[in-house]
């Protein structure tokens, strides 16, 4: 699916009132337009930097992304962050949400699924950073083949872009749920019953036909209007439908579809013209048009190949298995397949997020952790030192500081930069979100709730009473009654 595209339609929307120009290149799909509307940024130097610029970095820094400039990105993301001072509300909700979009283009689904959360959880986020992380979050459920709680979120977004003034919100959730129709709708064809992940996902989350094509429809339907109409949206519902039609067995669709991907203007970064071969293939499979997909797949370069390829994008081994068995090669189909298979279920085990399982504090310095990723690399080390001693209640930054030979004072700005909160905070936050996890579990360990905040280094009763309450708006005790 083209994270690429809500990625796009999202920036341009969350920037339309600071710089309408660059805005209005990302919503006509010009990301490389949108790149040199803002980019004079980068000629001034760090010292002379004001609030106003960080809103040009932080564009600069999504347009690198979209273009495939990763390491571009992640610096201007940094020069960003750096640029906001005394802000920490602000600095928290930034870095979760630029390093929740890196982290989705690396197909990293369950550390983006926790940078977005966050922020959907952040009282002090605003409607439009809700908003675009909750369009995350359900892109992310969809991707790991939780469709219902990728409905769940687009809802939750619908209700929200209702009462917002900006009415692009609104028009992207509605593409947004027709995308994950007609991509369902593709990848569960019952010519792909053997596409295991997806039907396996299908049978274990489905909801019945009528509910699914019901909240299709309410997320779908709308009055609200954009006039002009995005290109970047209109573009993407026409292609939408093609696929469809496609997906149904109308050979007609193909030619349409055959003419967008030989403009490669249509797809620019981050593998976006594999990623419309792929579908393409896919819809031609699930049609019966075995000819047409085989076609589309022969266009699919070794380098397209090799990059598209990555992590949990078992859709192109399958496509490959499929086309073997179509192509009269069966031990080379089961070959793929295997490769498929495997794939398919290493995404499942590693990417699948909120599994909800019981957590010991060092089990949770995983490399999928949001607040890891958001850190530079000398500063994980002091990260992963704080959750092998979460448990410890005489835990502090003094003794964290050493472990990496550097200052209290440096260890503390490090934080604050790239993380919105110092390590003591950090080291709070994590040990409530810890108890409370716990608490919900149904088969969590027995004894009391000081039982369990004692496990996770918290040894007085008023400040679990008070943390806890500042950070969930409700006792220990009302969460386990839920």
């Known amino acids: 699916m083209f994270s690429t595209i809500y990625f796009a339609l999202s920036s341009g929307l969350a920037q339309k009132n600071r710089l309408p120009a660059y805005a209005a290149a990302m919503l006509d799909g010009a990301s490389e337009r949108g790149y040199c509307l803002v980019d004079d940024v980068l000629e001034r130097p760090s010292h002379k930097l004001d609030d106003a610029d960080v809103a040009r970095l932080v564009a600069v820094a999504d347009a690198s992304l979209l273009l495939g400039y990763e390491q571009d990105a992640e610096e201007m993301y940094r020069r960003a962050q750096k640029t906001i001072v005394g802000d920490d509300d602000r600095l928290r909700i930034m870095s979760c949400r630029n390093t929740g979009w890196q982290l989705m283009m690396r197909d990293r689904y369950a550390a983006t699924a926790k940078c977005f959360?966050?922020?959907?959880?952040?009282?002090?986020?605003?409607?439009?950073?809700?908003?675009?992380?909750?369009?995350?979050?359900?892109?992310?459920?969809?991707?790991?083949?939780?469709?219902?709680?990728?409905?769940?979120?687009?809802?939750?977004a619908a209700e929200l872009a209702d009462m917002h003034e900006e009415p692009g919100w609104r028009l992207v959730i509605a593409l947004l749920a027709r995308e994950?129709?007609?991509?369902?709708?593709?990848r569960t064809a019952t010519t792909l019953s053997d596409h295991a992940f997806w039907s396996s996902a299908h049978v274990t989350r489905a909801q019945s036909a009528g509910d699914r094509a019901e909240v299709t429809r309410k997320l779908t339907e709308t009055t609200v209007l954009m006039s002009p109409m995005p290109a970047l949206l209109a573009q993407r519902h026409e292609y939408l439908e093609q696929l469809a039609a496609l997906a149904r067995g109308e050979r007609i669709a193909a030619a349409p579809l055959f003419d967008a991907i030989s403009r490669p203007q249509h797809f620019r970064g981050a593998g976006q013209a594999f990623l419309a071969k792929l579908d393409i293939v896919l819809a031609g499979l699930a049609g019966g048009l075995d000819d047409v997909a085989d076609s589309v797949l022969a266009k699919i370069s070794r380098a397209e190949a090799d990059t598209g390829t990555r992590r949990c994008n078992f859709d192109y081994l399958y496509c490959v298995s499929k086309i073997a068995v179509w192509r009269g090669n069966p031990t080379e189909a089961l070959k793929l397949y295997a490769s498929y298979a495997s794939e398919a279920l290493r995404c499942l085990r590693s990417e699948t997020p909120g599994l909800g399982a019981i957590q010991s504090p060092a089990s949770r310095a995983l490399p999928a952790d949001d607040v890891s990723a958001r850190l530079p690399a000398k500063y994980r080390r002091a990260y992963r030192y704080i959750i092998e001693n979460l448990d410890r209640a005489d835990l502090n930054t003094r003794e964290i500081a050493s472990q990496i030979d550097v200052t209290e004072r440096a260890l503390q700005l490090a934080f604050k930069r790239s993380i919105g909160m110092s390590p003591g905070a950090l080291i709070r936050k994590l040990r409530l979100e810890g108890i409370r996890n716990d608490l919900l579990n149904d088969e969590r360990m027995q004894g009391s709730i000081f039982d369990t905040a004692s496990r996770w280094g918290v040894k007085s009763r008023s400040a679990l009473a008070k943390g806890y309450r500042r950070e969930f708006n409700e006792s220990p005790s009302e969460t386990i009654h839920r």
């Open 117 to 156: 959360a966050r922020i959907v959880q952040d009282e002090a986020a605003s409607p439009a950073e809700v908003l675009e992380a909750l369009i995350a979050s359900a892109m992310v459920q969809h991707q790991v083949g939780r469709q219902r709680d990728a409905d769940d979120a687009l809802v939750q």
């Open 180 to 186: 994950f129709d007609v991509q369902l709708r593709i």
